[in-house]
């Protein structure tokens, strides 16, 4: 039988997967605005005191590209970055 993957592959195969979604951005904003959404609330949810994470670092987006209203954040696209080296 094979063996579970450790804790630590599964937060490699992860940041591998966001790095793809950031890399593609053109394809996958519709996906790739869920999860930030979801990161969101799973956020409100572990510190709703707002104690680990500012509030105005929680703002939602959306798929077409608009900040939700009275929002102080600037969509922008950055370039994608380089892969990290495995250890």
């Given amino acids: 039988m094979m063996a579970a993957p450790k804790p630590a592959e599964r937060l490699l195969a992860l940041r591998e997967r966001s790095q ?39 703002e939602k987006f959306s798929p077409d590209g608009a900040a939700p209203p009275n929002s102080r954040i600037e969509l922008t696209r950055k370039k994608p970055r380089a892969p990290h080296a495995r250890r």
């Fill in 20 to 58: 793809y979604l950031l890399d593609h951005i053109d394809k996958e904003v519709e996906r790739a605005t869920r999860v930030q959404n979801a990161l969101v609330d799973l956020l409100d949810f572990i510190d709703a005191e707002r104690v680990w994470v500012r509030p105005d670092r929680r």
